[in-house]
């Protein structure tokens, strides 16, 4: 009973080391910065992508900025999660082919682009009920085969398009459109890199 008593001290005693340790990530380098109004305030707001070259698996930074009337900037929102590390599996490691596309505001929305191997995917946020929710998914990828698949989601309103067309002659395969209703809607600083939640 003792020994019992003393392996599950030490097994709690390090499971509570491991929640505490974090690792200290040194994002030195901006990859990316765009301006525009997110939240209806005519004031230029700020979304800003930087990386930690230094770490193993070079991970990204997005930050959300606010613009406030004296000039200065509030943060408003940050993530680790929402962008894959250029290398998830090191530098030495396997290469899936996915990247960092871009970051863009337009009308009120932020947007993500990520590059796959054969294709794209977007994800579309617009500031309401006081955070950043997903409002719109977009993928369009290809299977090598001479067949893409598009796939358009609104969020909002829960409507989800997916087509699968020949790329070489735009013959219409299959077209499939269903309501999912996803509540609450996702918010960014939730969302993992290359979740596929919003795929088939």
Not at 6 to 29: A, D, E, K
Not at 44 to 55: E, G, R, Y
Not at 82 to 101: H, V
């Amino acid at each position: 009973m003792k020994h019992l008593l003393l392996t599950l001290f030490t097994l709690t005693h390090l499971y509570s080391y491991t929640q505490t340790v974090t690792t200290n990530y040194n994002f030195n380098h901006k990859v990316m910065e765009v301006e525009g109004d997110l939240n209806k305030d005519s004031l230029p707001d700020k979304a800003i992508v930087t990386q930690d070259t230094l770490n193993e698996n070079a991970p990204y930074r997005l930050q959300v900025f606010f613009k406030e009337p004296n000039g200065k900037y509030k943060l408003i929102v940050t993530s680790t999660k929402i962008i894959e590390p250029q290398y998830p599996d090191g530098r030495g490691g396997y290469s899936t082919g996915n990247e960092f596309g871009e970051i863009s505001i337009n009308k009120g929305v932020l947007s993500l682009r990520f590059d796959l191997l054969r294709g794209n995917f977007e994800h579309k946020f617009r500031f309401q009920k006081g955070n950043f929710e997903l409002i719109g998914y977009s993928e369009v990828s290809s299977n090598g085969q001479g067949e893409m698949t598009t796939i358009d989601f609104n969020l909002s309103t829960g409507v989800r398009i997916e087509k699968l067309e020949r790329y070489d002659t735009d013959k219409l395969l299959s077209y499939k459109k269903k309501k999912i209703l996803i509540r609450p809607l996702p918010k960014l600083q939730d969302i993992k890199a290359m979740d596929n939640v919003f795929r088939p």
